[in-house]
Structure formats: structure tokens, C-alpha cells
């Protein structure tokens, strides 16, 4: 049925995948792994498929790893700086402690950027530029961003618990089983003859111990960082996407890409810190201002997953096929964006406003809490961006 000219849209509930009760988990557990290991050609498309351990690992280490970091960050009271506090202590967990690429050499991954895995390594095989590149990836691509796409995909889930204490304690058991199986996956048996994962004893202990500090201060961040809200226009949707996929480039290319480029590691270390710190600020600059809206938000992982898109034009046939269902789900996203969260319908001057206009911008206005007044916590699902 045609819209009544005037009239105000609706803005819909949200886009249901399988159940609602069930539905965020679910997706949330699929789409982590997916960005992290598919999407990016980190691992060949059917990996998981020929070889099924793999599955239970990327559904494991990420899919269960994101849930769990979403579910303690909304039993805290806590926002999006604990989810990132969190992200960087799986990428510690993950890369640091069952991969160990960041303390080894032979880590494919590292090889993969330099043959000798010594580029930007020190005497102890840590690589100081490789652990802040990781620790960007896994915090917002493998975390935040999946974290943002599912909450906006379900809003009236936003700010509840997805998990009870039962299946939260089966979803960390899942963790610590993938994590013990990928240690030993990764050091021994049929990847010995190609790839030792290597870390010394007392590197075991700065990376347990960096990862209980940074869940300590998850604990603790403030649900929000950055200016009180206050009126302002931001960039259009579109800009910010632009800007985003613009700015993760430089990065990717700093941290993935700068032996090749022949940048110094003190080069490359600096592009990826600068572009983590210039994000982060303008984000919460942006987010600030009252013209902040669900489109910008899903502006910035669509930034990132555009790239991703373009860049499964230089792999294989099957990255492209994941390259072209992104690309799909992006169109979709910003689609039911559009119309769900289209602007009222502005009459000419010379033309009455109708009351059906007036009576739901009353219920909107009256439905909208005072940003000032109300704990920070609770002006949006996790408060920012």
C-alpha cells in the first residue's frame, strides 16, 4: 500500500534473522569468523568445509570470543571502550598465545609479509609492528564491527543479555576448548613440519599477564569516552563510509603491506598507530553531535567491507563469490537503513503541516530522553559511538 503523501515513516523493527530470542547470538557467533577469517582471505573460503576442525576453531576463537566479550560488557554496565579493551585481549589470546605470531617467525602470517618474519621483529622474535596491526584487526574487525552490525540488526535486543549463565558458561568452555586445540594444532602433529609456534616461557607470562589487564580495565572504562553530546552537523552517510574505507587502506597497507612498500617498521608502526588514534577521535567527535544517526553508524563497517569487497577482486573465484554476498548484504543494510529511518516528509511553505506529521514528531520528541540528564550508559546500547 502507497505511503499517504506527509506522512512520516516508521522505522522498522529490524531485520529478522532466524529467531529473535536466538537470532543475535547466532548471527553474531557466524559473522565474526566470517569478517575475520573468510571475508579478509585469511583462510581459503572452504576451509572450514574440507576440514571441519577448523570450524569448531573460527566458530570457537571468534564467533564464541565476540558473544562473550558483547555478553560481559552488557552485564557490566560497560560500553564500546571495554568491548575494544576486550577485543585487544583476544587478539592478545588468539595471536599471542595460540598462533604465537607474534612472538614467532615462522608464523605463516608472517612470512606471508616477509620471508625471513624478522621485518620490524626484535632480537626476542616480537614483532612490535605486527602486534599493534593484529591487535587493530581483532578489536574492530573481528569484534566491534560485528558487535555494531548484529545489535543494529536486532535494535529492540540492543541493550539485553543474549546469553543465560548456562550457555555463557558452554560458550567460554567452546573458547577454552578451540584455544587448547589450536595450540596444539599449531605446534605439533600435522602442521610440525611447516610451523612451530613458538613462545618462550617468560613471553607466556607478559602475554597472560597483558591479558589480564586488559580485561581489568574493561572492567572499569567509563561507558563513555569523548565530548557530551551537543548539536552539530556530521558528514553525510556516504562521506563517512568513503573516509572509513579510505582510512583502513592506509592501514592495511601500513601493516600488512609496508615490507613490500618498502616502508621502515618505524613507518608502518607509526601509520597504523596514527590511523587507530584518529578513528578513534573522530568517532567519538562525531558521534557526539545530534545529526549522529543509525546510517552513520553503519557507515563505518561498511567503509571496511567495501574494501574487503574490492580487494576479493584480487583473489581466487571463490573470494569473489564471498566479495559479491558482502557486497549484497552492504546494499541491504544501507537499503533498509534508507527507508526505515527516512526523514519526515517536509511540506512547502504555503502548505498546512499535516496533524498525523505534527502528532508523531510530539510522540518522537516526547519518547526522546534528555542525553544530559540520563546515565551515560543508557542514551544508546553501549553508550558509543
Given at each position: 500500500?502507497?505511503?499517504?503523501?506527509?506522512?512520516?515513516?516508521?522505522?522498522?523493527?529490524?531485520?529478522?534473522?532466524?529467531?529473535?530470542?536466538?537470532?543475535?547470538?547466532?548471527?553474531?557467533?557466524?559473522?565474526s569468523p566470517?569478517?575475520?577469517?573468510?571475508l579478509s582471505g585469511a583462510s581459503f573460503p572452504l576451509l572450514p568445509v574440507v576440514f571441519p576442525p577448523f570450524m569448531f576453531?573460527?566458530?570457537?576463537?571468534?564467533?564464541?570470543?565476540?558473544?562473550?566479550?558483547?555478553?560481559?560488557?552488557?552485564?557490566?554496565?560497560?560500553?564500546?571502550?571495554s568491548i575494544l579493551a576486550l577485543g585487544v585481549a583476544f587478539a592478545f589470546l588468539e595471536e599471542g598465545l595460540v598462533v604465537?605470531?607474534?612472538?614467532?617467525?615462522?608464523?605463516?602470517?608472517?612470512?606471508?609479509?616477509?620471508?625471513?618474519?624478522?621485518?620490524?621483529?626484535?632480537?626476542?622474535?616480537?614483532?612490535?609492528?605486527?602486534?599493534?596491526?593484529?591487535?587493530?584487526?581483532?578489536?574492530?574487525?573481528?569484534?566491534a564491527l560485528p558487535i555494531l552490525v548484529v545489535q543494529m540488526a536486532y535494535p529492540s535486543r540492543g541493550a539485553a543479555r543474549w546469553l543465560s549463565g548456562r550457555r555463557a558458561v558452554v560458550a567460554l568452555a567452546?573458547?577454552?576448548?578451540?584455544?587448547?586445540?589450536?595450540?596444539?594444532?599449531?605446534?605439533?602433529?600435522?602442521?610440525?613440519?611447516?610451523?612451530?609456534?613458538?613462545?618462550?616461557?617468560?613471553?607466556v607470562v607478559a602475554t597472560v599477564a597483558?591479558?589480564?589487564?586488559?580485561?581489568?580495565?574493561?572492567?572499569?572504562?567509563?561507558?563513555?569516552?569523548?565530548?557530551?553530546?551537543?548539536?552539530?552537523?556530521?558528514?553525510?552517510?556516504?562521506s563517512l563510509a568513503i573516509m572509513t574505507g579510505s582510512a583502513y587502506v592506509i592501514y592495511f597497507l601500513a601493516g600488512f603491506g609496508g615490507k613490500g612498500l618498502g616502508l621502515s617498521p618505524a613507518l608502518a608502526l607509526g601509520l597504523v598507530i596514527a590511523v587507530a588514534v584518529a578513528a578513534a577521535l573522530g568517532l567519538m567527535w562525531l558521534?557526539?553531535?545530534?545529526?549522529?544517526?543509525?546510517?552513520?553508524?553503519?557507515?563505518?563497517?561498511?567503509?571496511?567491507?567495501?574494501?574487503?569487497?574490492?580487494?576479493s577482486l584480487l583473489l581466487g573465484p571463490l573470494n569473489l563469490v564471498v566479495g559479491a554476498i558482502t557486497a549484497y548484504g552492504l546494499w541491504r543494510g544501507w537499503r533498509w537503513l534508507r527507508v526505515g529511518q527516512g526523514s519526515a516528509a517536509v511540506p512547502a511553505a504555503d502548505e498546512p503541516v499535516p496533524e498525523s506529521a505534527l502528532t508523531e514528531i510530539a510522540r518522537k520528541h516526547a519518547a526522546t530522553p534528555n542525553?544530559?540528564?540520563?546515565?551515560?550508559?543508557?542514551?544508546?546500547p553501549f553508550g558509543w559511538p
Open positions: 500500500m502507497g505511503q499517504e503523501a506527509g506522512s512520516v515513516p516508521v522505522k522498522r523493527e529490524g531485520i529478522v534473522l532466524f529467531d529473535r530470542r536466538i537470532g543475535p547470538v547466532t548471527v553474531l557467533l557466524l559473522l566470517f569478517v575475520a577469517e573468510i576453531l573460527d566458530l570457537g576463537l571468534y564467533g564464541c570470543g565476540a558473544v562473550l566479550i558483547r555478553e560481559a560488557v552488557v552485564r557490566w554496565g560497560r560500553g564500546w571502550p604465537a605470531s607474534f612472538t614467532d617467525p615462522l608464523s605463516p602470517a608472517r612470512q606471508a609479509l616477509d620471508a625471513s618474519g624478522t621485518w620490524g621483529a626484535g632480537p626476542d622474535g616480537t614483532n612490535w609492528v605486527w602486534i599493534p596491526t593484529l591487535c587493530f584487526f581483532h578489536a574492530v574487525v573481528a569484534v567452546w573458547l577454552i576448548a578451540a584455544a587448547a586445540l589450536g595450540r596444539v594444532m599449531f605446534s605439533s602433529g600435522a602442521f610440525a613440519d611447516r610451523y612451530y609456534a613458538h613462545i618462550a616461557g617468560w613471553q597483558a591479558i589480564a589487564a586488559l580485561v581489568l580495565a574493561a572492567r572499569y572504562l567509563p561507558a563513555r569516552i569523548g565530548p557530551a553530546p551537543r548539536l552539530g552537523r556530521v558528514p553525510p552517510p556516504r558521534s557526539s553531535r545530534d545529526g549522529w544517526s543509525d546510517r552513520h553508524r553503519f557507515a563505518v563497517p561498511a567503509g571496511v567491507g567495501w574494501f574487503y569487497v574490492g580487494l542525553l544530559e540528564d540520563e546515565p551515560r550508559r543508557r542514551r544508546l
